[in-house]
């Protein structure tokens, strides 16, 4: 029996700010595909990011600068059945668009996400990758760079991205948890290092942790995002 899912329309949604040096590499990598619309949402770049997405033939729009605003933006405006979020530094494998209809197509499955691979030979990141694939698959917790899609009915119904500087997949994936099992795809999305090798691969992946802990206890996430990025806290 052939689903709607055969032939629904994948929009994915790339949230940018001064990507120049990766958006046409993600954008490229959406393609060859079938029945997909990509959708750049720019946070305010003062480099080349929107014309060299335009450049491409994509749709650019604008928006407040926040990863989950942006995202939210792009969904509003989207008219695909499958939303897909990709991170500016995160490449789709080939077939990507086949793998997400594959998996959505059993009946009450509605998201899921890639497993990942870092684009580095070092050996502290296998380790890493290795941790990504444990949680996402034991504990149902894929994140962001793994990029993450679902039906554009369930994004609705979980009330779409929270408004928040951070967390935002966390929480999205946490709501999602309680609608249905969330699909892990086995062929990996390829990220770049950056983050890790910017703050180091052992204090990054500690910050993550306690960062999710900290949320678990109740902290704020403009608490919580204040000292992730080492900014002095301010008393309101």
Same mark, same amino acid.
């Given at each position: ?23 046409? *590499?993600?954008?490229?990598? =959406? ?34 600068? @926040? ?18 979020? %990709? ?14 209809? =594959? ?12 497993? %990942? ?29 793994? *990029? ?10 979980? @009330? ?8 935002? #997949? ?15 795809? #086995? ?26 802990? *900290? ?22």
């Amino acid at each position: 029996m052939i689903s709607y899912i055969d032939h629904a329309q994948i929009s994915i949604i790339i949230p940018v700010l001064n990507e120049a040096n990766n958006i046409k *590499a993600a954008i490229t990598s =959406t393609q060859p595909s079938h029945n997909v619309e990509v959708i750049v949402v720019d946070g305010g770049s003062n480099d080349d990011t929107p014309v060299l997405a335009q450049s491409l033939g994509v749709t650019v729009i604008s928006s407040p600068a @926040g990863r989950a605003v942006q995202m939210n933006t792009g969904a509003a405006i989207a008219s695909g059945e499958i939303l897909l979020f %990709l991170h500016a530094d995160t490449r789709l494998p080939t077939g990507f668009d086949t793998m997400i209809r =594959t998996v959505l197509k059993p009946s009450g499955i509605v998201s899921g996400a890639f497993t %990942l691979r870092i684009d580095s030979p070092h050996w502290g990141l296998r380790l890493v990758e290795w941790g990504v694939k444990w949680r996402s698959h034991l504990y149902q917790l894929p994140y962001g760079d793994q *990029a993450i899609f679902l039906t554009k009915s369930a994004f609705n119904e979980v @009330g779409n991205f929270p408004q928040m500087p951070i967390m935002e #997949d966390f929480i999205l994936i946490s709501k999602l948890k309680h609608i249905t099992k969330i699909a892990i795809v #086995d062929v990996p999305v390829t990220t770049s290092p950056r983050r890790w090798l910017k703050k180091g691969i052992f204090m990054t992946t500690i910050l993550n942790q306690t960062i999710i802990i *900290a949320y678990l206890l109740g902290v704020s996430p403009e608490l919580i995002c204040k000292w992730y990025r080492r900014e002095k806290f301010s008393r309101i």
